[in-house]
């Protein structure tokens, strides 16, 4: 299947298909980021570019706490840290997600349990409330592709337990449960700010709390001196410890944090012209009973990517499914991939050969056999990073008929396996 017509049959033009361009960088982000050069490339406080973009975030998410940090990877290490998890404790963390959202563990010696999940991405609360709970501190959730989690089960069940809820919001900027934003309902939030997000410095990480001591403790893991003298009292238990901290620096960038600053304000713009594309696209992919989309009932979606899947009991294929929409010009339609079943990678099966403090004959290993939807979903799923801005509309309606065009191609039979 390899019509060319949506591109007007010119091959060239079908080779290199018009690119959805993110970050956009409009006017206001230059002059913002002209005017931080101006103004200083390094901020030893809590002040300036990050104390505006920090009362920001905090505010919009109605946290008391909010600090910056030079990657997404970074701020959630940091949030491992002011748990206390100590060597051997354990993480449940969603077997599908971006590896980082785990992988900071490792150094601090804890043990990640994955647990699987539902046939919209995102953490299962049924296989979570089956998981033996015993020497388990926290559990990590990410809201995939933008998709909310079940927040409200799953801080319930935390709570109940007395286990630390970690909320990876990197996929989610701007995505709603129940009205309130991700991020407002765990102990500690963090958000990754890298060049792909839908807020971002480019690289960059914010993590929220609003629990005292874990912000202190984050602070002290990855920043020292000015910024934890103006802040840790003298009296504090780690007062001494100002001057090094705890011996990190993952301190963010101003050019990245005044970049993100200045996205921050169109973030509603962006929101409102994803949920246009998307229900378009969803009108279409629902009426096809082989395509399952994300239940989004009481979920606002900032459809950082727009997700959906061939269901396992069909019998269209989805490699050839999705090789039909690249040759219909819809390069951007995008499987597999970087995020992925945590269960297949080395480090979660082989700690111990990179890190010292596990031991072969003792780590409890990372496959499980219930971990079954995390592979089906990674083989199975399709995701697209939808517009952001209304002038694309010409793409969207091409597009839009590409994927017509398969999913009735696919409907006939002729994409069976
Ligand atoms: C879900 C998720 N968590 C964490 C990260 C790590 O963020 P960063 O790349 O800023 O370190 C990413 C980045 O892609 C991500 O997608």
């Keep these: 299947m390899s019509d060319l017509a949506i591109f007007g049959g010119n091959p060239a033009v079908v080779e290199k298909p018009p690119h959805n361009p993110w970050p956009i960088i409009n006017e206001d982000d230059r002059a913002a980021v002209l005017a931080q050069l101006d103004e200083s490339i390094s901020i030893y406080d809590n002040g300036g570019i990050f104390k505006k973009f920090e009362s920001k975030f905090s505010k919009l998410h109605r946290r008391k706490h909010a600090l910056l940090f030079n990657s997404g990877t970074a701020a959630l290490h940091s949030a491992y840290f002011s748990l206390g998890l100590k060597p051997g404790e354990i993480v449940i963390a969603p077997s599908y997600t971006f590896p980082a959202s785990v992988t900071p563990i490792f150094s601090l010696g804890g043990i990640p349990k994955l647990c699987d999940i539902g046939t919209d991405g995102n953490i299962c609360f049924e296989s979570l409330t089956r998981i033996n709970l015993q020497g388990v501190k926290a559990l990590v959730i990410t809201h995939i592709w933008g998709i909310p989690c079940d927040i409200l089960k799953i801080s319930q069940f935390c709570k109940e337990h007395r286990i630390f809820l970690i909320e990876d919001c990197s996929h989610a900027h701007g995505s709603r449960f129940d009205n309130t934003l991700v991020g407002s309902f765990g102990d500690i939030a963090v958000w990754s700010l890298q060049g792909q997000k839908t807020i971002s410095g480019g690289e960059g990480g914010i993590l929220l709390t609003n629990a005292d001591l874990l912000y202190e403790r984050a602070l002290l893991?990855?920043?020292?001196?000015?910024?934890?003298?103006?802040?840790?009292?003298?009296?504090?238990?780690?007062?001494?410890?100002?001057?090094?901290?705890f011996g990190l620096?993952?301190?963010?960038?101003?050019?990245?944090?005044?970049?993100?600053?200045?996205?921050?304000?169109?973030?509603?713009?962006?929101?409102n012209c994803r949920q246009f594309y998307a229900d378009k696209f969803h009108r279409l992919l629902e009426q096809f009973d082989f395509i399952e989309t994300p239940d989004l009932s009481q979920k606002f979606c900032n459809f950082y990517r727009l997700s959906f899947v061939i269901k396992n009991d069909s019998k269209v294929k989805v490699d050839l499914f999705h090789e039909a929409l690249i040759a219909e010009g819809a390069c951007e339609f995008d499987r597999l991939g970087s995020t992925m079943p945590l269960s297949r990678l080395a480090l979660f099966k082989r700690p111990w050969e990179v890190y010292p403090i596990y031991q072969k004959s003792s780590y409890p290993g990372a496959d499980n056999d219930d971990l079954r939807v995390a592979d089906q979903y990674y083989i199975n799923s399709i995701r697209l990073p939808i517009w952001s801005d209304r002038s694309w509309d010409h793409l969207a309606d091409q597009y839009l008929s590409a994927l017509k065009k398969v999913l009735t191609a696919a409907a006939s039979g002729e994409l069976d396996s």
């Design 221 to 245: 893991f990855g920043h020292y001196n000015k910024r934890c003298y103006q802040e840790i009292e003298s009296t504090h238990n780690f007062s001494e410890f100002r001057g090094t901290g």
């Design 249 to 271: 620096k993952m301190r963010a960038h101003p050019l990245a944090i005044a970049l993100a600053d200045s996205q921050l304000s169109r973030l509603e713009q962006f929101l």
